[in-house]
DNA sequence: ATATTAGCGAACACTGTGTTCGTTATCATA
DNA sequence: TATGATAACGAACACAGTGTTCGCTAATAT
């Protein structure tokens, strides 16, 4: 890939996140992320097609990046749908987020848009549904899979969102315990 | 007051409530309003400083309208803080929004903004900490007060919003049942 | 070395926002 | 029912943001 294509996406990616760090959503301007990247208004539309399928990008590489490096930490295992244990997985994604070794956690604060959780939770669902485990655990009460799939992301989502609220004091441990006590 | 006033108010809620069911809020446009509601764009700018007032007033509206009909579905007790127990609440709750007489369900389905959920979750939090049985439930564990109170507010909220998204097809008692069963 | 292509900036039409102003119609109330 | 107050009106406005076009320059792959 040509050299520029990559420089001017990371240019654009990256004062949108410091701009999503600062800001809603509905309230950046294309004017203020080619400003900051420093990049020419036509660059900007050559490259995405308008502001909200920058944020889907966007989204798409940063939940591709935490889920791909979550799976590599267990090299025991190729895929992260193959972990034998919940527990495992839901703290390795906490411990990778506590890192915040990209921005990621600035954008799931409550203040900040929900279009983002909402992508992070759509990931989750994923995950969720394939931990058989934890679907198990309630299994016996009469409640429909989807209902519980949709309730165990929802609730990982809400929790890590507590916690960044709340300045990420707990440990990711303390905050997995949280998780599996509530879930 | 003013009965231009009352009915200005009222053309433009309907109108907007009308078109929130159909497309996102961020696509909505003032100019949409007005037409639906058939009023002028300076008395749209008289009556809300702007579409995001609106909204916040809207929901305002809504959630005073079905938390007060909620408590007064239980005469034995004047406010709803005061019901004995917290699964008729929930149940209560259910049962109203069931009826749908207002147009809350459909500004609830995940299709449609966060926002509205936001503004709903923060009226449920105030609902939730006045549930002190149900705090106690896993009071057991370590886990925060602060933490609970979101964790049940956010599941109330899921579990509406899972029941619109699939039609409706459950009684609210089938309802209340999983999220008792999940909180 | 050269053909290719990304990036540039200036200009553009267009849509939406929020305001101003003078006029008309409706209201409360005396 | 007369009257002063005020809500609603439409037209016009300045302004900001969007997304596109065009001709030119500079970086890149081969």
Known sequence: ???????????????????LSEKDFAGITVGEIIERADVGRTTFYAHFETKDFLLKELCEELFCHIFDAV????PA???IFECDSSDAVFLHLLKHLHKND????????STNNELISGYFKENLKQLVASQTELLELKKSEKIPDS???NHIASVFVET????????????PETIAEYFYLSV
């Open 71 to 74: 799976s590599k930490e267990k």
């Open 1 to 19: 890939m040509d050299r520029r294509i990559r420089k001017t996406r990371k240019a654009i990616f990256e004062a949108f996140i410091q701009l």
């Open 102 to 109: 990209n921005n990621i956690l600035k954008l799931l604060s």
């Open 160 to 171: 890590v969102r507590w916690w960044v609220d709340n300045g990420m004091k707990e440990a």
């Open 147 to 149: 209902f519980r799939i």
């Open 77 to 79: 295992h190729n895929h």
